[in-house]
């Protein structure tokens, strides 16, 4: 299936040259419900993971009011591949990566421990010679709204321009006033949706001041943003896929096309795993919106 995103409302290398400089490439991941097997890329599928190694579980949430109850197993996020994503910085000898996180609530970005609950593998797949049959029985999860359900993916290679804060002083405002002149919508910042790579929306709090790795302070950069839905209700939606226009954002077929893993990120927005620029095997920061 390929899923194809509508045309934007301008192009800011012919329209408005100012922005173009900052283009940055991103990749929608347009996840779709199905069942990926446990090699392939996907959003809450079967990881390819060594049979061996121990499944991590969050050093955090050990007990609950002090009785034991864990600890918790990590829930498996998404799983992508060097041939499906060659855009990752896939650290030497590596051609595989997988998330996992905690469903209970950490502070955010980072604090110590979030390392724990948050965390990506990087892997040769060709390594796994004996994969796990069976991932474990997550048992009692703490928040279902962060368990992703099965989906496939359909990478769209998209071109996207920054957040505000990110760019140059004053230029998100002279954009958006050459938007207002026109009557035109900014539906090139910015990509909704579970994406790789490119820019985030910081739209209820504002970017944080220091967006530095932990570890050793070279700066983050957007890796994986999940997003609860992966657009509007509004029929004009840019991001209402092409393919999926037919469908009525209200059925059963709408909902899952919209809302296809089936998360509630933050409270209803979205969230954005970050990694350090200088070595992507530091830990990893999530920022929700
Ligand atoms: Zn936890
Ligand atoms: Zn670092």
Redesign the pocket.
Known sequence: MILTTGPASHDPTLDFPELALHARPTVRLHPRRGAPGSRDSHLGGPLWWPAAEPWPSCAEHRDVNGRPSGPYPLVAVAQLTAADFPEIRFPDGTDLVQLLWCTDWHDQPHPEGWGQACRLFWRRADDVTDPLGDRPDPGEVEDEDMVPRACVLHPERLTEYPWREELPPGLADRHEAWLAERGLDDDVSTVPGCKLGGSMRWGVTDLPGAME?G????PLELFLQLDTYEYDMDAGDRFRPLEERHLDPRSEAGRAAREPTGMTVGRGGHAGLYV?A??PR?PASLFTQ
């Not at 570890?215 to 070279?218: F, Q, V, W």
């Open positions: 790795c570890e050793c302070r070279a350090c200088a070595d530091h």
